[in-house]
């Protein structure tokens, strides 16, 4: 077993993760011969492996649990803070992020999943298995641990590099490690999958690593080792940041695998002739051609409630509408033509206006990602209006006041003040009646798809000077998105590109990290819209209400932030591990 030292934590924070799965603990005499018992293991290490579904920890208690999908987008400018909310990450999202760390935590149970990796990895070519079954669960192992370091340096940079299960009485310096560089994290996840992805390409069971999983993992972590080069800089004696100077060499390297996974044979989901349908159903449709990697889900798992918490009111312990996009997040959907989203907020408050009127001509991604007033849903609409000009002039604002039977609130809105922005996440929701069976959902979660690729790809190959492949690549994802082809392209294009593409898939908080962008792009307010219905028109009066979270605990991310914290409880678990900088 894993030390305190090691970890960081107390022994009973990694016994109390052990000992959730029993194939979690495999002792010497376990017979590696027998391949039921080594896939049940590898198995055990995948379902820890929490992180695929949004990046939720799993560490904490029931509902921070379950809710940990909603964290990532939430602390992100995609979306604003939410009357009912189970996890409550705005205090990080509001400057709160300190020393004692509690954001995206992935420190413990990686490195109890790692070390049962190593051992996989160890003693598993020692059995009389067959070769080739033999070489496949080791890469899939290799894989997984690679996986795990990613999540792990993309949090706090450099970590302890551990390629060995350790005995207990391994030497100190084994047992209370130092932080291996940034750099050196980046180059062994990189590394592990040049050596293992050919002898993946027999892997074709759904679900388990694969080639193409492995070429997406490495173009994924080659891209931002790449960013944090060209826009980060190198702290405590190189433990953190990578050298400028070797911003191409990643970039080349993603480039490299998002150009291989196109040989795979993965393709853009383009099978529905209406845009929007088509793009919802890249998430609905399960095993389509752009699916690379995903956590499979089904109505029996506990923990996957994506419907539950997101989909429109009236729902259940008034859930629903937990995750509630700004306005800005509207308007970054083009037009369909290719004109700018931005709508004249000035312009709008004026008259009375029909959903036609204030959204027809948007690009089909915004109707596929978004709901908002009108949004059809299950055999009726999405009702958003608050407040209500009665026929006879009047605002009604009231939630009992009616005019001629026309309530002032819309069905959306059954607890108190619970208003919204306005929008809410179409994206992954199912309308089908068995959505909701016992409040769990049946999608399931993308870790890696091919829409992604490409825009890696668009952006790796802008960094290296490619600029019409950049173009081309982000025409593609276009063309299939149903908007005006772009005839140029540039950076702040391709960064506009993934955030409307990728939306709410978990990208957006760490693209504005390793772009070091995130001091001013995730500090800044964002606003709501509020529909008001004219009962004579049946159009709605619009109102703009900036500073949706609030002026006194606005958004607010800091330099320090672009690392979090290792903390004080692992510090002085083990005195060798570094802290990171500003905590």
Not at 167 to 180: M, S
Not at 274 to 283: E, L, M, P, S, T
Request: negative net charge.
């Amino acid at each position: 077993m894993l030390t305190a030292g090691l970890l960081g934590c107390l022994p009973s924070c990694v016994d109390s993760v052990l000992d959730k799965k029993p194939l979690d603990i495999i002792s010497d005499d376990i017979v590696w011969d027998d391949p039921n018992l080594v896939d049940a293991y590898l198995a055990s290490q995948y379902a820890n492996t929490n992180i695929f579904e949004l990046e939720r920890s799993g560490d904490g208690e029931y509902w921070d649990n379950v809710g940990g999908i909603l964290n990532i987008g939430l602390i992100s400018d995609e979306s604003g803070n939410t009357a009912w909310s189970v996890t409550n990450p705005f205090r990080y999202k509001t400057g709160g992020l300190n020393i004692s760390g509690g954001l995206l935590e992935w420190w413990e149970r990686p490195y109890a999943i790692i070390r049962n990796l190593n051992v996989l990895i160890e003693k598993l070519p020692e059995s009389s298995g067959e070769p080739d079954f033999i070489a496949s669960r080791v890469s899939e192992a290799r894989f997984l641990r690679a996986f795990n370091y990613f999540a792990m340096v993309k949090r706090y940079g450099g970590v302890p590099l551990m390629t060995k299960a350790l005995p207990l009485d391994a030497p100190r310096e084994e047992l209370y490690p130092t932080r291996n560089s940034e750099q050196e994290i980046y180059d062994f996840v990189i590394s592990e999958v040049d050596a293992i992805e050919e002898a993946l390409k027999g892997t074709t069971e759904f679900g388990r690593s694969t080639q193409g999983a492995a070429l997406a993992l490495k173009c994924r972590a080659a891209l931002y080792a790449g960013s944090i080069a060209r826009f980060g800089t190198v702290q405590l004696n190189g433990l953190l940041g990578i050298p400028q100077a070797q911003a191409s060499t990643y970039y080349q390297k993603a480039y490299d695998a998002a150009k291989k996974i196109g040989e795979c044979g993965y393709a853009l989901y383009n099978a529905d002739e209406d845009k929007a349908v088509n793009f919802r159903n890249i998430f609905l449709k399960k095993r389509n051609s752009e699916i690379i990697f995903v956590e499979q889900h089904d109505y029996n798992q506990n923990v996957w409630r994506w419907g539950f918490f997101n989909c429109p009111k009236p729902h259940g312990y008034d859930a629903g509408m937990s995750t509630v996009p700004y306005l800005e997040m509207a308007e970054e959907f083009e037009y369909a033509d290719g004109r700018p989203g931005t709508l004249d907020r000035n312009a709008i408050q004026q008259g009375l206006w029909s959903m036609e009127e204030l959204w027809g001509g948007k690009e089909p991604r915004f109707f596929a990602t978004l709901y908002t007033n009108e949004t059809p849903w299950k055999g009726g609409y999405v009702d958003f209006h608050h407040g209500l000009i009665g026929g006879d002039g009047v605002l009604y604002e009231d939630k009992q006041q009616a005019w001629n039977g026309t309530p002032a609130w819309g069905n959306q809105y059954t607890g108190e003040n619970n208003f919204g922005t306005g929008f809410g996440v179409l994206k992954l929701l199912e309308e089908s009646s068995t959505e909701n069976i016992d409040e769990r959902s049946g999608t399931d979660c993308i870790v890696f798809r091919y829409g992604e690729v490409l825009l890696n790809l668009a952006e790796a190959a802008f960094e290296l000077d490619r600029i019409g492949e950049a173009l081309e690549a982000v025409n593609q994802i276009r063309d299939r998105a149903g908007v005006a082809r772009r005839t140029s392209i540039d950076r702040d294009a391709i960064r506009h590109e993934r955030k409307v593409e990728l939306a709410y898939e978990g990208h957006r908080y760490w693209d504005v990290r390793r772009w070091r962008i995130a001091v001013s792009e995730l500090s800044k307010p964002g606003s709501a819209l509020r529909y008001i219905l004219d009962y004579n028109t049946r159009k709605y009066k619009l109102q703009v209400l900036p500073d949706y979270d609030g002026t006194t605990t606005p958004p607010r991310f800091y330099e320090q932030n672009y690392y979090l914290p290792i903390t004080l409880t692992r510090t002085g678990a083990n005195p060798n591990l570094v802290e990171n900088p500003g905590y």
